[in-house]
């Protein structure tokens, strides 16, 4: 929580800072005209800024939350982008504003004086207004990046808070701040800041849609642990994630560096203007000063003096434009109540409308409050119509629940949501097309009960979503058996092939070890070993150096990479011989230990998406090429397991999505032919770092491609036999 606080912080001491010195300035410069009986109109239009400020916030929070999951991501990243054009358009205009702040709003208020209660108002509303906007509109980018609010609510209040006392510090006279250092120093932080919301809201662009490459990842330091506090504390003071696309480290290097390299230049260049100005009209005067100094009580009546005469003057001039625009007002007076309610109202009253207009055409969340318990589910649907549904679905009963929208019928599933907490509230939307439809609730428990059935009248929705049917424990067993016979089958080839590369080690004939380790290895990948399905044998076989204490020099480190580092790198036959017996051992240990080994039926799925998920993060980036430059050949194999896994669950996508599984297998050829084209004229393999940067890019993109259809198998084959 504390590490999202941070950016919120900083956003709120600054702009709290900002607009806390533009108030100061215009209180004072009444107070000095004697203007004092002004201050009513002057509060006026702060508190219409901070209320049009906080409607904006609701603008921005209950028109996202309306919005489909999809949406969300488009418009938190839409609203991201726009941010960070505010942030450094804020910075670069307070270095340059901040010397000449107080002079021009003691004119614009001097202007406003004279034509009344209103324009002062105005003036006021306006100089606070810019403040709130910008400062509403970064903390709600930064609480969606967070993807928590408590955080940032109480870093921004802790900043305004510190910001106030600072201001009032300030206007009492009893605290000195150097403000131009303090906007220097916080305007390079912002600028850090607003590089990783860049990179954030360019991730939700990619996850909403707009922008692909969202699976072209440029880095996944998967040994970093995401929960951990360090990466916690980075990710969420500057958006920087174990993760990242090519297209957010791109935006992060673009904006970076030449925006630091602005602002700092413009910062030099104004400390040298205001030094060589401070030094001439030094130089200048030292002759006078010498000739005639005069006493410092002197000097303090000549300033009090001058002072006096410059307020006086101001004061006349204010009376002077007061009186001439009350004569020419008169007629046209508007009542003062009038202007204090139109301020406050004006920017409720845009609120609302926004919201009416930016969000569903019906709202559903009061309409369509769902309660479920054991003792009844899916009450309270009162507005079943066809379209887009909203739902505010609350758990009465006492244990955990999954809810499913199902079609009576043929109990095809809608929309879902799985580990509804007692006491909760959570929202379910869906698009749905004329026809029949219940919930039905599982809880933790064992009950299971389903609602009534609700008919919706019309025919099919645009966009409706699509129903499919739940795939139950039962209908996962064959798949399952499918592959652990695959597996099965293909472990004696491993065991045969790792003999054959042990017995090369054990000859010292570096030769033939290095095609039979390759052989042996493709073995391996071909398994589709995702995410250490075989479990403590899957790090003693096929691990990679990442995060061992010694790195590739590490002692613990065995297997297939280990011996790659080795006949790679020139490692002598007594150092590689004791590797080679410890990976025969550990393919027999494998082979003992399979059949007692589980597999759960919903990993099936998971492992149709993983497989070649891994293969983009580790393989196609060469972080696991220890010298081979046969990282094009793992991923070969890597796409061979992968259309294994979908032989096995292609049964039950035929029937519940035959339009993906068709394009799935499009896009399987589709990569074959990359990784085919790569290889070298003798049919060796291409090292990655050798390819073209056009070949890489295409080949890149096609996996991703490829992923993105892979990735709907998970979710439509997971088991649902609740349903």
């Known amino acids: 929580m504390w590490n999202d606080a941070f950016p919120s912080f900083l956003i709120g001491l600054r702009e709290g800072l900002e607009a806390g010195l533009i108030v100061s300035i215009l209180v004072a410069t009444l107070a000095r005209a004697g203007q004092r009986s002004r201050?009513?109109?002057?509060?006026?239009?702060?508190?219409?800024?901070?209320?049009?400020?906080?409607?904006?916030?609701?603008?921005?929070?209950?028109?996202?939350?309306?919005?489909?999951?999809?949406?969300?991501?488009?418009?938190?990243?839409?609203?991201?982008?726009?941010?960070?054009?505010?942030?450094?358009?804020?910075?670069?205009?307070?270095?340059?504003?901040a010397r000449g702040l107080s002079g021009d709003l003691k004119a614009r208020v001097t202007e406003a004086l004279g034509r009344g209660a209103a324009v002062l108002a105005i003036t006021s509303f306006v100089a606070v207004a810019r403040e709130g906007l910008e400062t509403a509109l970064f903390l709600w980018t930064t609480a969606e990046s967070a993807g928590e609010s408590q955080g940032p609510v109480i870093g921004a209040s802790l900043g305004v808070a510190l910001a106030v006392a600072a201001c009032w510090g300030l206007y009492r006279r009893v605290l000195r701040i150097n403000l131009t250092r303090f906007f220097s120093a916080t305007g390079v932080v912002l600028i850090v800041i607003a590089a990783g919301v860049l990179a954030y809201g360019l991730g939700d662009l990619q996850e909403g849609g707009l922008i692909p490459g969202r699976t072209a990842l440029a880095f996944n330091l998967a040994s970093i642990d995401s929960g951990s506090w360090y990466a916690t504390l980075v990710a969420g003071t500057f958006n920087i994630t174990p993760a990242m696309s090519w297209l957010q480290v791109t935006g992060y290097l673009l904006y970076l560096p030449p925006v630091m390299f602005l602002f700092v230049r413009g910062i030099r260049a104004t400390s040298t203007a205001t030094s060589t100005a401070t030094s001439t009209a030094t130089s200048t005067a030292a002759g006078a000063a010498a000739a005639e100094r005069p006493a410092p009580a002197t000097r303090a009546r000549r300033r009090a003096a001058a002072r006096a005469a410059d307020e006086q003057a101001l004061a006349a001039r204010i009376a002077a434009k007061r009186a001439k625009e009350q004569e020419r007002s008169a007629a046209r007076r508007v009542p003062r109540w009038a202007v204090g309610t139109s301020i406050f109202a004006v920017p409720a009253?845009?609120?609302?409308?926004?919201?009416?207009?930016?969000?569903?055409?019906?709202?559903?969340?009061?309409?369509?409050?769902?309660?479920?318990?054991?003792?009844?589910?899916?009450?309270?649907?009162?507005?079943?119509?066809?379209?887009?549904?909203?739902?505010?679905?609350?758990?009465?009963?006492?244990s955990t629940a999954e809810v499913f929208l199902i079609d009576p019928g043929s109990n095809?599933?809608?929309?879902?949501?799985?580990?509804?907490?007692?006491?909760?509230?959570r929202p379910l939307?869906?698009?749905?097309?004329?026809?029949?439809?219940?919930?039905?609730?599982?809880?933790?428990?064992?009950?299971?009960?389903?609602?009534?059935?609700?008919?919706?009248?019309?025919?099919?929705?645009?966009?409706?979503?699509?129903?499919?049917?739940?795939?139950?424990?039962?209908?996962?067993?064959?798949?399952?058996?499918?592959?652990?016979?695959?597996?099965?089958?293909?472990?004696?080839?491993?065991?045969?092939?790792?003999?054959?590369?042990?017995?090369?080690?054990?000859?010292?004939?570096?030769?033939?070890?290095?095609?039979?380790?390759?052989?042996?290895?493709?073995?391996?990948?071909?398994?589709?070993?995702?995410?250490?399905?075989?479990?403590?044998?899957?790090?003693?076989?096929?691990?990679?150096?990442?995060?061992?204490?010694?790195?590739?020099?590490?002692?613990?480190?065995?297997?297939?990479?280990?011996?790659?580092?080795?006949?790679?790198?020139g490692q002598s036959a007594a150092v590689l011989r004791p590797l080679g017996d410890r990976l025969v051992a550990d393919v027999q240990a494998l082979i003992k230990a399979f059949p007692s080994q589980s597999t759960d039926p919903n990993d099936l799925a998971l492992r149709a998406h993983?497989?070649?998920?891994?293969?983009?993060?580790?393989?196609?980036?060469?972080?696991?090429?220890?010298?081979?430059?046969?990282?094009?050949?793992?991923?070969n194999a890597n796409l061979h397991g992968t259309q294994v896994v979908l032989s096995t669950l292609a049964g039950l996508m035929r029937t519940r999505d035959p339009?993906?599984?068709?394009?799935?297998?499009?896009?399987?050829?589709?990569?074959?032919?990359?990784?085919?084209?790569?290889?070298?004229?003798?049919?060796?393999?291409?090292?990655?770092?050798?390819?073209?940067?056009?070949?890489?890019?295409?080949?890149?993109?096609?996996?991703?491609?490829?992923?993105?259809?892979?990735?709907?198998v998970p979710g439509l084959l997971e088991e649902r036999s609740s349903a």
């Open 39 to 97: 201050l009513g109109a002057l509060w006026a239009g702060v508190g219409a800024a901070a209320a049009l400020s906080l409607s904006f916030a609701a603008v921005l929070t209950f028109t996202a939350a309306d919005l489909p999951t999809g949406g969300q991501d488009a418009f938190a990243g839409v609203l991201s982008l726009v941010a960070v054009g505010f942030v450094t358009a804020m910075v670069f205009w307070m270095r340059r504003s």
């Open 349 to 398: 009253v845009a609120a609302v409308t926004a919201i009416a207009v930016l969000g569903p055409a019906k709202s559903g969340t009061a309409a369509n409050a769902v309660a479920l318990s054991e003792s009844g589910c899916g009450t309270g649907w009162s507005d079943p119509r066809a379209g887009a549904q909203s739902f505010e679905l609350t758990n009465n009963g006492h």
């Open 412 to 425: 095809a599933v809608f929309a879902e949501i799985e580990n509804l907490a007692p006491g909760t509230t």
């Open 429 to 569: 939307a869906a698009t749905l097309s004329g026809g029949s439809y219940a919930f039905r609730c599982a809880f933790a428990d064992g009950t299971a009960l389903s609602s009534k059935t609700y008919t919706l009248g019309g025919g099919r929705t645009a966009r409706a979503s699509s129903g499919f049917a739940p795939v139950t424990d039962q209908d996962l067993q064959q798949p399952v058996a499918d592959y652990r016979d695959y597996v099965q089958q293909t472990l004696p080839v491993l065991l045969a092939d790792s003999r054959r590369l042990d017995a090369d080690l054990a000859a010292g004939d570096p030769a033939a070890a290095k095609p039979d380790w390759l052989t042996a290895h493709l073995d391996y990948e071909g398994l589709g070993a995702a995410y250490g399905t075989f479990g403590e044998y899957d790090a003693k076989i096929d691990a990679r150096a990442t995060g061992l204490r010694g790195g590739p020099h590490d002692a613990s480190w065995t297997g297939f990479h280990r011996i790659e580092y080795g006949l790679w790198h």
């Open 610 to 635: 993983e497989i070649l998920e891994n293969t983009l993060q580790f393989q196609l980036t060469g972080t696991a090429d220890y010298g081979s430059g046969t990282a094009l050949a793992t991923a």
């Open 659 to 712: 339009q993906a599984l068709a394009s799935i297998d499009t896009w399987i050829q589709t990569v074959a032919a990359d990784l085919n084209a790569a290889r070298d004229p003798d049919g060796s393999w291409t090292a990655v770092n050798r390819l073209g940067s056009a070949r890489r890019q295409r080949l890149d993109a096609d996996v991703g491609q490829l992923l993105e259809q892979l990735s709907v």
